[in-house]
């Protein structure tokens, strides 16, 4: 046989990243991916059966990540897909000029995300320039992760 210098890259279907669910069994504040986007679900109304097919549920969600919002109209009896949304609580160590956020776990292992400018950016900012000590909770969905808000750090719970 002969020698062969391939590589083969494996491929990510991102299945792995979700899980599917009946349209009718999604609720209000639940997760759906609405047009490839991890959305949490703000709106949702089903109409009646028609005469030539299923009741249809209208769900509206804003990208978790984003806040942008998305629409989808799906039977219900059909399935989504609903992602597989994690939130962790990290210590908050530092934040650098470009939006990176510095946190530790519990175990001691620091970690690095990045904080759009927002509401929870500006409160991080605010809480940093008091020197209070604080946790930041990082919501992470389909590889990505975001930090999502912030608690006050209680010494005594740890």
Same mark, same amino acid.
Do not use: W
């Given at each position: 046989?002969?020698?062969?210098?391939?590589?083969?890259e494996s491929?990510?279907?991102?299945a792995?990243?979700?899980?599917p669910?009946q349209?009718?069994?999604?609720?209000?504040?639940?997760?759906?991916?609405?047009?490839?986007?991890p959305?949490?679900?703000?709106?949702?109304?089903?109409?009646?059966?028609?005469?030539?097919g299923?009741?249809?549920?209208?769900?509206?969600g804003?990208?978790?990540?984003t806040g942008k919002?998305?629409?989808?109209?799906?039977?219900?009896?059909?399935?989504m897909n #609903?992602?597989?949304?994690?939130? !962790? @609580?990290y *210590? +908050?160590v530092?934040i650098?000029?470009?939006? %990176?956020?510095? #946190?530790?776990?519990d175990?001691? !292992? @620091?970690? *690095? +995300?990045?904080?759009?400018?927002?509401?929870? %950016?500006?409160?991080?900012?605010?809480?940093?320039?008091? @020197?209070? *000590? +604080?946790?930041?909770?990082?919501?992470?969905?389909?590889?990505?992760?975001?930090?999502?808000?912030?608690?006050?750090?209680?010494?005594s719970?740890?």
């Open positions: 046989m002969g020698d062969f210098d391939e590589e083969f491929g990510n279907a991102g792995s990243e979700t899980y669910m349209c009718s069994a999604l609720r209000k504040n639940g997760f759906a991916m609405i047009k490839d986007h959305c949490k679900i703000v709106e949702m109304s089903t109409s009646k059966t028609g005469k030539h299923h009741a249809k549920v209208h769900l509206v804003l990208d978790i990540f919002k998305y629409d989808d109209i799906c039977p219900s009896t059909h399935n #609903v992602p597989h949304v994690k939130r !962790v @609580d *210590q +908050f530092d650098d000029n470009d939006g %990176y956020i510095t #946190v530790i776990d175990d001691g !292992v @620091d970690y *690095q +995300f990045k904080v759009e400018p927002g509401e929870v %950016y500006n409160e991080i900012l605010d809480k940093k320039s008091k @020197d209070e *000590q +604080f946790m930041v909770t990082i919501m992470s969905a389909c590889g990505n992760s975001t930090a999502a808000g912030i608690k006050n750090y209680n010494a719970s740890k």
